[in-house]
DNA sequence: CTGAAAGCGCTAACAG
DNA sequence: CTGTTAGCGCTTTCAG
């Protein structure tokens, strides 16, 4: 900067202030420190500048997988939030272990991010006051928590799987099986096995624990899931998969086995992915607002930064979509 | 640190070296300061750190969009290989235009990376001045350069849609279709494009214009393709997708349709994306090493950031997967 | 509209 | 094994 400064025959700061606030230097010097930067092929050290004025342009996110659908698209949403901001996402990724979270929004955190945007709201204590005492703006994304760190933006797990569940046991299913990771590892899937279990009291349906299923990620799971359950003593008469990958993976394991969707067995799926309408029949799904959550997260903590009030807790909502495998 | 420093008796550099030389500070002092750090609640300001030392922990990624599952896992791959070492990704998203990209590595460069992954090898000139004398390790991920930055890892598409061209030739096919993005927006179509029609030429075989068609990854974009190419006064009897994403979308509408697949019409894709498992045939695809290029792109930067040689370009090669549907 | 001085929090280099 | 000094490149504050 000091270069430039000399180049254009102003002294630093005032390239500074040509850089940050155009409209405080004269047409003539702004010209001509831009000339310089040019000339000189400039690239400003954020790092002091940061440093400086205890103020970045880095916004951390810290998600579970970046290959889960899901998740990608929150941080592509993020990002275009950031769009023409100059602010940048820097990615951390938990593996879905809080104990690894805690260590990396450590680390994160020592870059002096201007907000934090993480997935989930299952975080360890520790998490929990470390975020706190950053001063910085913070979202929790994805679910809507009772005891918010700060913001939060997301939908009801528990509220799309309650739905979702009525939506089964109104169409007549007496036996409804949950495939889902297990639940320990994720809140996601602990919530929806919450609302899951209050909808089967309500309408006065039992809950089988042979009939619950958990396992990892991925079409073929689905094939086993559904191998599985087909293989109880009393095989259900409708699946509640907490994924559409699940769903899938049955839906066309039905098709080859001749098994009739929906009339020999309902099966549902969740977050209206891609593939979701590419089986026959199509898979009935809840779509959740993947990339809205990371849009509006990124908003959140532009506006926070920029002075602004923002919402607290932001529920985006979700939407039974009704396609004909239930 | 300076309250660190006082609470464990001892000065600021000692606190410094405790934090990364731990070896060559006494047992004694190291858990003072360890102490004092937890009960301070210590984060190092990153910022100070790296404007000091010359030198962060940042590596900077950009890709074109985080949403296509072939960056989404060479993203997790990166950071997979920062996994224990401190580094974190600060991520960009060029929506695959270069000048877009340009901006970008500028910003991204102002933080100072320690190293820059960047997809592809379609860069303004201005980009690649930029990072040659920006003085850090840059890999060029996904193809092989002909005039690398720095360092590239990945696999010929021109190979990769050579072969596959070569084995619809010699499998009998002889009016090939091509489908894949305007070829202008993007090299690793360009490299395919290219390959395609050298082992056509190779083969004897005529390259039919009308039988090439542009559209944007989707599913439903395949079914379109599809319809567009049989609509041809002579329609193809093999069509070549430069993405598994349109291969299915075909492969289910020729199902759909009571069209044979690959009897009267073959269908081949490109990535091996977990859904060209799932058609009925399968879809015969090149796999490429997506998430390894991250992987061993993050090795190539920790490398040299550790000061030792790493190769200049790494081939990690692609396979025919021969599934039925070609 | 422009500048001088001071300092952000840390680490390199040198000393002891 | 520990400390002192100086300075990284920028912005804040206060002047002019």
Redesign the interface.
């Known amino acids: 900067m000091a270069d430039v400064a000399e180049r254009a025959g102003v002294s630093a700061i005032t390239v500074s202030r040509a850089l940050h606030h155009p409209d405080r230097v004269s047409e003539r010097t702004r010209a001509a420190i831009d000339a310089a930067i040019a000339e000189l092929?400039y690239?400003?050290?954020?790092?002091?500048g940061?440093?400086a004025s205890t103020n970045?342009r880095?916004v951390s996110m810290i998600v579970p997988?970046?290959?889960h659908?899901v998740f990608?698209?929150a941080?592509?949403g993020a990002?275009d939030a950031f769009d023409d901001t100059?602010f940048?996402?820097?990615?951390?990724?938990s593996g879905g272990s809080p104990q690894r979270e805690e260590t990396i929004v450590?680390?994160?955190?020592?870059?002096?991010p201007a907000g934090v945007l993480v997935q989930g709201a299952n975080h360890t204590e520790a998490t929990r006051?470390?975020l706190q005492?950053?001063a910085v703006p913070v979202v929790e994304m994805g679910t809507l928590p009772a005891r918010p760190i700060d913001m939060a933006v997301g939908y009801s797990n528990h509220e799309a799987a309650r739905t979702m569940t009525r939506f089964l046991a109104l169409r007549g299913r007496r036996r409804i099986a949950f495939v889902s990771v297990p639940p320990a590892e994720n809140d996601r899937a602990n919530e929806r096995l919450r609302g899951f279990k209050l909808a089967l009291e309500e309408m006065d349906l039992a809950f089988f624990p042979e009939l619950v299923f958990h396992t990892r990620y991925?079409?073929p799971e689905g094939r086993e899931a559904l191998a599985y359950l087909l293989d109880r003593p009393e095989p259900p008469d409708a699946v509640f998969c907490a994924s559409d990958l699940w769903a899938?993976g049955m839906v066309?394991e039905c098709a080859r086995r001749g098994i009739k969707v929906p009339d020999d067995i309902a099966i549902t799926g969740f977050n209206d992915q891609?593939?979701a309408s590419?089986t026959e029949p199509g898979i009935t799904t809840i779509r959740v607002p993947r990339y809205e959550i990371g849009r509006v997260g990124g908003e959140l903590i532009m506006k926070r930064i920029e002075g602004l009030a923002a919402d607290k807790v932001v529920d985006l909502g979700f939407k039974l979509i009704e396609r004909g495998s239930a």
Chains 1, 2 share one sequence.
Do not use: C, K
Not at 88 to 93: D, E, I, Q, T
Not at 106 to 112: F, M, P, V, Y
């Open positions: 092929g690239v400003p050290n954020l790092l002091a940061g440093l970045t880095i997988y970046v290959t659908g990608a698209d941080i592509q990002s100059g940048s996402v820097l990615l951390g990724n450590r680390n994160l955190l020592g870059h002096r006051r470390i005492n950053a991925g079409i899938y066309s891609e593939l590419e």
